[in-house]
């Protein structure tokens, strides 16, 4: 009797440099000096969605030399199913601290993909009566958006379809802490 023999998995690695810690670094400091601009006289408050976020934000927050608060969402998303006619659903595992109405609120997410979560937080967060409501995103992918009307004013990088690891980006939360944003390579090996 003959064993069955299962292909094998495919393995990750953590390939070649594709946004060096100094690219990034003056990309974020860019970015700082467009909200700067933007937001003078005001004080944005800058909402994150953990975990991925987490390092952009932080240098992002360095880099904008007027006042600004931060706060931090957690948000889950889940599959798809007939129920939901197709759609992933998205709950939040963790709310906002503060009241948000009549405040400059600016979204930092990591990357805007689909557009589908940005969509929910930001249906979610006019509920709550901004005075004003935008997003910035350090990676975007404009390609594979299902939605239209995001409020994104600010874009770090346009990339390609691949997966990344570093700056804050993970593979099973591993890599987050790599300075510089790596192509993730898949081997058979």
Do not use: W
Request: with cysteine; aromatic share 8%; charged share 30%.
């Amino acid at each position: 009797m003959m064993a069955s023999v299962e292909p094998p998995s495919p393995r990750h690695e953590v390939g070649e440099i594709y946004l060096s810690r100094e690219e990034l670094g003056l990309r974020v400091r860019e970015l700082g000096r467009e909200i700067v601009r933007d937001y003078d006289g005001r004080e944005p408050l800058l909402v994150a969605p953990l975990k991925a976020s987490v390092v952009f934000v932080a240098d992002l927050s360095r880099a904008i030399r007027i006042p600004h608060a931060l706060d931090f969402v957690e948000l889950a998303s889940y599959g798809a199913d007939a129920d939901t006619g197709g759609h992933a659903r998205i709950r939040f595992l963790k709310d906002l601290d503060d009241e948000i109405a009549g405040r400059d609120v600016l979204i930092v997410e990591d990357v805007i993909d689909t557009g589908l979560t940005l969509n929910y937080l930001c249906k979610t967060l006019t509920l709550r009566d901004p005075a004003s409501l935008a997003a910035i995103t350090l990676l975007d992918r404009p390609y594979r958006r299902l939605v239209d009307d995001l409020p994104v004013r600010y874009v770090g990088f346009t990339v390609p379809d691949e997966l990344f690891v570093g700056y804050g980006f993970d593979l099973q939360e591993r890599y987050r802490n790599l300075p510089d944003l790596h192509v993730l390579r898949t081997s058979s090996r």
